[in-house]
């Protein structure tokens, strides 16, 4: 069980898309979440794959095939900067034990 | 109003001090957690609770000992500190069997640098 965020930095100008990269190994299929955290913030739940939304623009696919939940916005907003994570919860819950990637830390420029 | 709620949001200790955090949540979990925020971010879970009962215990050193006197609480001692152990420590709760629909609610951290 494992959560890769291959990138550590990202950054883009402002009003372009941006894609932050998640894949995960488990044999199954896991519930996945992406979480955000402002600098110095704590981290806050920014969308969850089984109710399928669109949070502050940004949206994530589960594709089962490449094992990959990639979050994605088309136009990025400086206030998007912050550090994401990439979580994987076994289906099996395993005492309710989240798996985080290690994180990408996007960076918006103006 | 604060869902998830630690204490001290900053602790700066000398090596070999003992030192306590503490958490509380207020939203009828059953479920904390400690999460330890390396220097590189790396988040890795430490220690979860459920009902005042042990469930995970990630190879933590025996120098932590978490202490959960009621499902609303999980506080986490750290004994003869080390400069390693500077991080950020992150409280977190759940229901846990709605983890996978819901996942955590984070508090916002306590900063602990070891000097």
């Known amino acids: 069980q494992r959560v890769t965020q291959p990138e550590k930095l990202l950054s883009v100008f402002k009003g372009a898309p941006v894609e932050l990269k998640c894949n995960y190994s488990y044999s199954g299929s896991p519930e996945l979440f992406w979480y955000v955290q402002y600098s110095r913030q704590r981290l806050q739940l920014l969308l969850r794959?089984?109710s399928r939304e669109s949070i502050k623009g940004f949206t994530a696919d589960l594709n089962k095939g490449e094992t990959s939940f990639h979050l994605k916005k088309p136009f990025a907003q400086e206030e998007d900067s912050a550090m994401y994570y990439c979580a994987l919860s076994p289906l099996n819950n395993q005492g309710g034990k989240l798996i985080f990637g290690q994180g990408t830390e996007l960076s918006v420029k103006p | 109003d604060t869902a998830v709620s630690q204490t001290p949001k900053y602790l700066v200790t000398q090596m070999g001090n003992d030192k306590s955090i503490k958490c509380e949540q207020n939203?009828?979990?059953?479920?904390m957690y400690w999460y330890k925020q390396d220097s590189k971010k790396f988040l890795k879970i430490m220690f979860s609770y459920n009902n005042k009962e042990l469930i995970i215990n990630e190879t933590v050193p025996n120098r932590f000992s978490p202490k959960s006197p009621d499902k609303a609480h999980l506080n986490l001692h750290i004994n003869s500190l080390e400069l390693g152990d500077s991080a950020v420590y992150f409280c977190?709760?759940?229901?846990?069997?709605?983890?996978?629909?819901?996942?955590?609610?984070f508090g916002s951290g306590t900063r602990l640098t070891v000097v």
């Open positions: 939203l009828g979990h059953d479920t």
């Open positions: 794959h089984i």
């Open positions: 977190a709760s759940s229901r846990v069997r709605t983890v996978a629909n819901y996942g955590y609610t």
